[in-house]
């Protein structure tokens, strides 16, 4: 459990870290009156992001701690430290998850 709340909090602090770089280099853009342009492959990766996160939603809790973990670039002894299974198995539920992933978005 220590283990779970401790790279819970890193991964959080490392999002909030990048939101706010993000949110910064895009006020002053908006300070320096400059528009964000956005070209048909920014839509198309949103619409593709958007697409897996809804996928990822209809996992199972353990698929979903599996594949967060893995999209947030934990190693597999990481993540198999943290959720307690081997590492051989974490890449086998790992390609089971993205097989299912890849069936769910075709659907």
Do not use: C, W
């Not at 920014?42 to 939603?57: C, G, H, K, R, S």
């Not at 973990?69 to 890449?91: K, P, W």
Request: aromatic fraction near 10%; proline fraction near 1%.
């Amino acid at each position: 459990m220590y283990r779970i709340g401790v790279n819970t909090a890193i991964s959080h602090l490392r999002k909030k870290k990048t939101r706010q770089d993000y949110y910064a280099s895009y006020e002053k853009e908006q300070k320096a009156g400059r528009k964000q342009h956005y070209t048909p492959a920014d839509v198309e990766e949103n619409e593709n992001t958007q697409q897996l996160y809804a996928a990822i939603a209809q996992l199972n809790i353990s698929e979903k701690a599996v594949i967060t973990m893995y999209l947030d670039d934990f190693s597999y002894q990481e993540i198999a430290f943290v959720t307690g299974i081997t590492e051989n198995y974490v890449g086998v539920k790992l390609n089971r998850i993205k097989q299912k992933l890849t069936k769910l978005i075709g659907e």
